[in-house]
């Protein structure tokens, strides 16, 4: 049995190794065992990256808009009264004369009513509390980190990382790149850094642009112009055209391409929507989806800070799945503008770049705005559909900026001095050890030798086998384990040595020495593990590289140690029924 | 019983009979001094020594701020590096030549510390705020200096263009890498250059262009992330102390764990003066060490407690002392050798290695020598202390020592 976990722990670590092993093995084992030890980040240098979301500056921000739409208002009804803003949450309206406070009614409040609470009303002496409800507050951080993170994987996708870790902690959003190169950390850190924006641009697919653009798409290419011809209500035709391909990048890398005369104008720009595909016939082809490109104004007409709501809502006569919005007061006015010049055009909502719905402006839309989504077969596609948007429009009222608490970055050579430092570190302890053991325990110590080198192998096999990444600390971790692994060896021995002393037969000795030491030994390693957990849990980056790798010793040492050593002393002992007397030890 | 005399190598001779325990009172001496002296120097380095000023080194994870790892082509000395970047306007600047080759001033690598996380000094941020309150027809309503001092967000009430922005910023000393407009034109955010790009303009202007090799490392970490990862990493040593103590105290009884305890304790407070007192980075992998030695330390403490627990069920009639003390001496090649592998490891570490696993290893050789002793002289004592108390006291012993004795005497 230990025979074959040892072959198959050197398996596991072939791929760790270079050449030679390649050309060696049949090609089925490499096809199974694919994975790879990974160097962290210090090793193979990169970028690691904490940000945390500030959900305060975000939450007064949008309490701070909601109080001036309120006072803007109230300002039609009255104007003797002062608005204080008290913390982050609470907004305080005090009136003269007192009985004024009655102006505030739920009227003025009722586009607010799921926003703020009204915690206190004081007619005597005219003044009205309201507070942000702590569910919003709660639930705008919830969707200001996944947001974050969302956008920020989508931007990290672009730049082609091997194996970027992106991952919520806490409030915080920790970014590993292990193995972006220097000349990219500038970039990266600017796009990542970026606050996502929310923006409604109008698209202008009907320009004589966009006719030029179509004519210069070569046929058969992985562009597809789609004609979309449409009336608006003055009866003029509009020839909008678009054009699509199944992977972004393909389009992106067009219009890229646009040069001369066919270069993009400056007070517009590409957008990108994935949308489903359809054949030719109209009809939907399920499970594929295409990118389209809008022509948009380059400058928003209304962004993301506007909305006051959105919420998920259902058409009272055909029971569709659509989204209610509602702009504040300042935002309804660009909206009104937005949309009444532009009926029957389309209005992209792009979000990070990407445009996440472009619906067609059906009639001039001022405070509150319903937008129905395409028409789907599947209902219930359409409703995912419809929360997509409404989170995105939450989210995207409430742009959280993202500051950068911690930065790293590594460049590749650091890594490689260090290690063939370490290297000949480990294999001058090592041989300390190993020598030690020779000397002290003769026979037992090269059976607790070799137990310990199996030990390293099994180690890295794990390694290998979970893909962890092994980090400077990490090495340390393993120099460290070769150190502990002979401890539990240690303990037996001399307790084997004990009970020989009193006489026991060897057999018994061994017997004896290795019982009554286990749980010496288990108490020890459970010890050892208890800090290596508290350490994985407290720290990041390599110092968990560290406690993985003291974990997995520890662990690994339990059977290597204690159940190996066992069965190698068996071997040493002969068959039974021979009784031998004395033992090398 | 066989008469087999058996021969084993042994540095430590069975049957020995150190005394341990009659130490004990210069030991607690000894044990005192160096403790005291730990708290001591923490003071010291804080409020008497100027150039140190802190109680420990911290390392850049801890303090906040920002490292850079330099490398020069050519030889350079320490003040003329400080020197440069100082002329780039950083303040709190530290310069520390590392790595192999150069005198003792002069060098290729260096280590740059400083206390900003960004190019931009509040003075400096409040300076520029001053001069683009007004860009042609529209006026500054917000400005805005990220935490993390990379980003500054600004708003206008009119809009303007990118260009126009960009320039008014250059000129009042503001470099942005990147800046970006929402789509009204309204609000822009300014990405800051780094401060690596910063700080190796400030050398080659000072030193010469191209004078600058690599930058093979920068950290960078905010204040406020700083004092978490100490607040965090206080918690975490007292999360495994107390994990461990509940750990012994189920596996032994309530007299042999706040012996356990009072041993790690004094191990870490012991390594943590070592640092106080020679100064070194105490980072986060300082912290990981000082973690390891609490797990390692009580290695020692569970061997010789387990065998007080056997020897004290075996020989009822002896004095607590002097079982004690037998048990001691009966564990002691166990007690030193598993130490004694370890070291062999972290001494090779500390000699061979270089950086911050040197460091590292350095904390463990004080840990694991610390901890043997500890074990010995600490964590037996106040076992032995312990049960006497208990017995003066008059609390009832364990119910299966009882039953043992009770079960002996009926057998006789």
Known sequence: MWGGITVLAVLYLGPSIPA??????????????????????????????????????????????????????????????????????????????????????????????????????????GQVRLRLDPDQAAEVKEYALRQGIETIRGRVDKFGVAEP??????????????????????????????????????????????TKVAASVTQGGKITVVPEPWTDKNGTQH????????????????????????????????????????????????????????????????????????????????????????????????????????????????????????????????ERGRITLGGFGDPFKAQQEAKDLVAVLRSGALPAPLTKSYESQVGPTLGADTVADAKWAMLIGAFAVVLFMLIYYRTAGVIANIAMMLNVVFMLAILAAFEAALTLPGIAGLVLAVGMAVDANIIIYERIREELRAGKSARSAVDAGFSRAFWTVFDAHVTNLMAAVVLYSYGSGPIRGFAVTLVIGILSNIATAVYMSRW?????????????????I | ?????????????????????????????????????????????????????????????????????????????????????EGGGFTGVDVVRYGAGGGSDTGKKFLVRMGAVSVISPEKAAAAKAKISKIGEASLKSFALSEGGDVIYLRFDKPLENAAVRSALSSAGVEATDLKQDGLGLSYEARLIGLDVEVTKALEKSLGDGAVEDIPMVASVGA????????????????????????????????????????????????????????????????????????????????IFDRIRENLARYRDRKLERVVNLSINETLSRTIWTSGTLLFVTLAMNIFASGVIRDFAFAMNVGVIVGTYSSIYVAAPVVIWLTNRAAAQGKSVRASETTRRRRDAEAV
């Open chain 1, 568 to 584: 190698m002393f068996e071997l040493m002992l002969g068959r039974r029924g021979v009784v031998k007397q004395t033992i090398s």
């Open chain 2, 224 to 303: 406020k992330a700083g004092r978490q990862l100490q607040i965090d990493g206080v918690k975490a040593v007292l999360g495994a102390m107390v994990l461990i103590m509940l750990y012994v105290g189920l596996r032994f009884d309530f007299r042999y764990g706040p012996g356990a305890i009072l041993a790690l304790l004094h191990d870490s407070i012991i390594t943590i003066g070592a640092f106080a007192l020679t100064y070194r980075e105490f980072s986060l992998t300082t912290l990981a060490a000082v973690l390891t030695i609490i797990g390692f330390s009580v290695n020692d403490t569970i061997v």
């Open chain 2, 1 to 85: 019983m066989s008469d087999e005399k058996h021969k084993f190598f042994e540095i430590i001779k069975t049957g020995s009979d150190y005394e341990f325990v009659g130490r004990a009172k210069s030991a607690y001496a000894v044990s005192t001094v160096l403790i005291v002296g730990s708290i001591l120097m923490l003071f010291i380095n804080a409020f008497v020594i100027k150039s140190r000023g802190r109680v420990l080194n911290w390392g850049v994870d801890f303090r906040g701020g920002t490292e850079l790892q330099v490398e020069f082509k050519k030889d350079v000395a320490i003040s003329a590096v400080r020197a440069a970047v």
């Open chain 1, 165 to 210: 870790t992106i991952l919520k902690r806490g409030d915080d959003i920790v970014i590993e790149l292990p193995g972006l190169k220097p000349e990219d950390f500038e970039r990266i850190k600017q796009i990542i850094g970026r606050t996502a924006q929310l923006e409604f641009k109008l698209v202008d697919d009907g320009a004589e642009y966009m």
């Open chain 1, 20 to 125: 030679p092993y390649d050309q060696k093995v049949p090609a089925f084992v490499k096809r199974i065992f694919t994975k790879k030890i990974q160097p962290g980040l210090d090793l193979q240098g990169g970028l690691h990256l904490v940000y945390s979301v500030d959900i305060d500056k975000a939450i007064g921000a949008k309490v701070d808009r909601i109080a001036s739409d309120i006072e803007e208002r109230l300002a039609v009804k009255t104007k003797g009264f002062k608005i204080d803003r008290e913390g982050r949450d609470e907004i305080l309206f005090t009136f003269t004369p007192p009985s004024d406070s009655a102006k505030l009614d739920d009227k003025v409040l009722d586009n607010y009513r799921n926003a703020v609470d009204e915690i206190s009303r004081d007619s005597g002496a």
């Open chain 1, 239 to 366: 020839n909008n055209i678009s054009i699509r391909t199944p992977v972004r990048t393909d389009l992106e890398a067009f219009v890229a391409g646009l040069t001369g005369e066919l270069e993009v104008p400056k007070d517009r720009e590409f957008g990108y929507e994935e949308i489903q595909a359809s054949s030719p016939d109209g009809t939907e082809v399920v499970g594929k989806t295409v990118w389209r490109a809008y022509l948009l104004h380059r400058r928003a007409s209304v962004t993301g800070e506007y909305l006051a709501a959105a919420e998920l809502s259902y058409d009272q006569q055909t029971n569709r799945p659509e989204v209610a919005f509602t702009m504040d007061r300042q935002g309804a006015v660009l909206m009104e503008r937005l949309t009444g010049q532009n009926v029957g055009r389309k209005m992209a909502i792009v979000l990070d770049g990407k445009i996440n719905s472009a619906p067609e402006i059906q009639s001039q839309i001022g």
